[in-house]
């Protein structure tokens, strides 16, 4: 006797799905029907939307347009560290915190290369980028566009990009967050003081400070700044209290101040390591120290 293969095929299918139920329930599995549907208008139904919620970025125009108390200032300029009254104030240090034995062994070798004339660890002319605080000092200006929900910084300096978030959102969790040379910056407003909490930096290639004391910045780097405007607006005042548990003891403090600078624009700029090939630090082996 012949039989039909689409009949075969078609009893086979229905014999599958009459003893799926029976299947189940010999292995112990429970099967859509088993599964509830919460009650309408009950919380649970309203949960998982919420919880699914994208959040919203921070040029979103739903968060811009958001209602928030004003800010007490816009920063939007350009600015550049004031060394009016001294050359070396674009550094953070002297004074240096204690420094752990690891970071201390840098500062020593970094003093001994500035002795003989050389260069010790020169990642910033090696191309990596400069990362904060020293991004915020390096001899470029920065150009800032204040948003109610965040501040765009770029630097005149390898066109680094700084972005301080003001929309309430918590810092990234640090399992999934990506770590950056300048960090996760989170802003808030106390008073007439704009307080960023820095957190989330890569600790390879990063220096506090470079030259006469190289000094390394860790993952553990958290920078927390308190900004003001004063001088009647055209001076911008930053108080930097930094801590990494892995390269200092204690806290780190300067101050800095920045002046507006109204007669020049960021321009476009790339750091190309055969742009650098005139400079001996980045070419010669008796200048650069690995």
């Given amino acids: 006797m012949r039989v039909s293969l689409r009949r075969l095929t078609f009893h086979t299918l229905v014999v599958a799905i ?9 292995a112990g599995c429970k099967g859509p029907a088993a599964v509830e549907a919460p009650a309408t208008g009950s919380a649970s139904s309203a949960t998982p939307a919420a919880a699914s919620a994208e959040p919203l970025s921070a040029l979103a125009p739903a968060n811009i347009a958001k209602s928030r108390p004003a ?6 300029g350009n600015w550049f560290i004031d060394v009016s009254t001294n050359p070396e104030a674009w550094r953070f240090g002297p004074p240096y915190p204690p420094l752990k034995a690891a970071a201390q062994a840098h500062a020593d070798a970094s003093k001994k290369a500035a002795a003989e004339g050389k260069v010790y660890r020169d990642d910033i002319g090696q191309c990596w980028p400069a990362g904060l605080p020293l ?44 770590r950056t040379y300048n960090g996760e910056s989170i802003g808030h407003w106390e008073g007439d003081t704009l307080v960023v909490d820095t957190t989330h930096f890569r600790g390879d290639h990063h220096w506090m400070d470079q030259g006469g004391v190289s000094v390394p910045a860790g993952e553990q780097l958290r920078i927390i700044e308190r900004i003001k405007l004063v001088s009647e607006g055209k001076q911008l005042e930053i108080e930097y209290t930094m801590t990494d548990p892995e390269n200092w003891d204690g806290e780190w403090k300067s101050t800095k101040r920045f002046n507006r600078v109204d007669d020049v624009d960021i321009q476009e700029v790339s750091c190309l390591p055969d742009l650098n090939q005139h400079l001996q630090s980045t070419t010669s082996k008796t200048q650069v120290l690995q």
């Avoid at 770029?154 to 990506?178: A, C, K, Q």
């Fill in 135 to 178: 991004i915020m000092t390096r001899y470029w200006p920065m150009a800032m566009i204040q948003l109610p929900t965040a501040i765009y910084m770029v630097s005149g300096f390898m066109n680094s990009l700084r972005i301080v978030y003001l929309d309430g959102r918590p810092h990234t969790e640090p399992d999934v967050v990506v």
């Fill in 71 to 76: 800010a007490p200032f816009n920063l939007t």
């Fill in 18 to 26: 009459l003893a799926a139920p029976i299947l189940l329930a010999q």
